[in-house]
């Protein structure tokens, strides 16, 4: 079955380090992939997406790219901050009638001053 | 707009209790969904619906059950807790397919319910 594969954490960084977290997926099909950012005592939000091979997602300085020829989806920053410690999901989506997500395991990162 | 809004923040229950966790959402999604959080397992769903009168079963559903009766709520019940649904439970919202525009496919999440069952 379809499935998600995060780099086991904890990621422990100084600020302005550069940043990368793996993930690699297992689907079927074209599956939508997706970084979801979780900080301390809420909910999961949405950092970027991409819905098909070769397509970037950005924002707030993270970036992935879809990469179907290595199935990987890896997360990147070139500075990070304080700020940026969270736990870190990597997702996809395979579509269809439904909206199923399946995540990773999470990595929990942690930027220290 | 409040966005999924998820009550209770946290619960104790003994075994063999039961309850039900609030869902609700504003933002006219016709899909809702349950997961669990386990430390080392990430996130895995529990139930979904599509619509309102229909549910469907995910990858956790045991123990659990649901019910949408309308658009905006989605609850969780649990019959008889058990330790082993000690977790921090989501629920999720977002449009479904409309016309292959994969924009539309965002989930939102509310903040979560942390419970515990002694």
């Known amino acids: 079955g379809d499935s998600v594969t995060q780099m086991e954490g904890p990621v422990t960084l100084s600020e302005e380090a550069f940043l990368t977290i793996n993930c690699t997926y297992t689907?079927?099909?074209?599956?939508?992939l997706f970084w979801y950012v979780q900080y301390p005592g809420e909910g999961l939000q949405l950092l970027l997406k991409a819905t098909k091979a070769d397509d970037k997602g950005s924002n707030k300085g993270f970036e992935a790219t879809y990469r179907k020829e290595t199935t990987s989806f890896h997360l990147e920053k070139g500075s990070v901050q304080v700020s940026d410690s969270a736990v870190y999901f990597c997702?996809?989506?395979?579509?269809?009638?439904?909206?199923?997500?399946?995540f990773g395991t999470g990595t929990l990162l942690a930027v220290q001053p | 707009n409040a966005g999924v809004t998820q009550t209770p923040k946290f619960q104790v229950l003994k075994t063999g209790q039961s309850m039900t966790l609030q869902c609700a959402q504003d933002m006219n999604h016709e899909y809702m969904s349950w997961y669990r959080q386990d430390p080392g397992m990430g996130l895995r769903l529990i139930h979904y619906s599509v619509g309102a009168g229909i549910t469907d079963q995910g990858e956790v559903p045991n123990g659990y059950n649901v019910s949408r009766s309308t658009t905006e709520d989605f609850p969780l019940r649990l019959l008889s807790a058990a330790p082993s649904q000690t977790s921090v439970y989501f629920c999720a919202s977002s449009y479904s397919k409309k016309g292959g525009r994969s924009s539309l496919y965002e989930q939102y999440f509310g903040p979560g319910t942390r419970l515990t069952v002694t």
């Open positions: 997702a996809l989506r395979r579509g269809g009638a439904t909206n199923k997500l399946i």
């Open positions: 689907a079927t099909g074209y599956p939508s």
